[in-house]
């Protein structure tokens, strides 16, 4: 009996130690969430397919914004002197900050803009420098956890 109850035990030990390493715990990374909401809390949806394409309904006609990415309203601004605009604007989706630095190397020359230069931060953001005409324009491109953020400034030069 003694001797049945010991066996007993040994096999239930040793099936638990092999099922452990057959079938381990799979771990979502940290970095993925499920769902993702911008700083105004409007939900941010998941992208299809690879890149970041323009999005027809950019709140400025002249800078791209990926389709997906949202406005943060409570931090946007914007105004007109007559003969340059002041724009402050942040906008955030669900892109790698280095694919929104692509996309608007891409993009901002097709609507006229020119790169005066780009700079990496230790943070691991990056920042975008254009002119057109008598406006200059800064990006600042960061990310995190998979949720890029993309505030644009534009000024008089």
Same mark, same amino acid.
């Given at each position: 009996?003694?001797?049945?109850?010991?066996?007993?035990?040994?096999?239930?030990?040793? $099936?638990?130690?092999?099922?452990?390493?057959? @079938?381990?715990?799979?771990?979502? =990374?940290?970095?993925?969430?499920?769902?993702?909401? @911008? *700083?105004?809390?409007?939900?941010?949806?998941?992208?299809?397919?690879?890149?970041?394409?323009?999005? *027809? @309904?950019? =709140?400025?006609?002249?800078?791209?914004?990926?389709?997906?990415?949202?406005?943060?309203? $409570?931090?946007?601004?914007? $105004? %007109?002197?007559?003969?340059?605009?002041?724009?402050?604007?942040?906008?955030?989706?669900?892109?790698?900050?280095?694919?929104?630095?692509? %996309?608007?190397?891409?993009?901002? =020359?097709? *609507?006229?803009?020119?790169?005066?230069?780009?700079?990496?931060?230790?943070?691991?953001?990056?920042?975008?420098?254009?002119?057109?005409?008598?406006?200059?324009?800064?990006?600042?491109?960061?990310?995190? %956890? @998979?949720?890029?953020?993309?505030?644009?400034?534009?000024? =008089?030069?």
């Amino acid at each position: 009996m003694r001797y049945k109850a010991l066996s007993l035990l040994t096999l239930i030990a040793a $099936s638990a130690l092999i099922g452990c390493h057959q @079938n381990p715990t799979r771990r979502v =990374p940290f970095e993925v969430p499920v769902v993702a909401w @911008n *700083d105004d809390g409007q939900y941010l949806p998941k992208r299809v397919g690879p890149g970041l394409v323009a999005a *027809d @309904n950019a =709140p400025i006609p002249d800078v791209a914004m990926p389709i997906g990415f949202k406005p943060v309203v $409570s931090q946007c601004s914007s $105004s %007109f002197d007559g003969v340059a605009r002041t724009v402050t604007h942040l906008y955030q989706g669900r892109a790698r900050s280095v694919e929104t630095v692509l %996309f608007y190397r891409q993009q901002l =020359p097709l *609507d006229g803009w020119m790169l005066v230069d780009k700079q990496a931060h230790e943070d691991g953001s990056s920042s975008l420098h254009y002119t057109k005409g008598a406006e200059a324009l800064s990006l600042r491109l960061s990310g995190r %956890f @998979n949720t890029a953020t993309v505030e644009v400034y534009i000024s =008089p030069r």
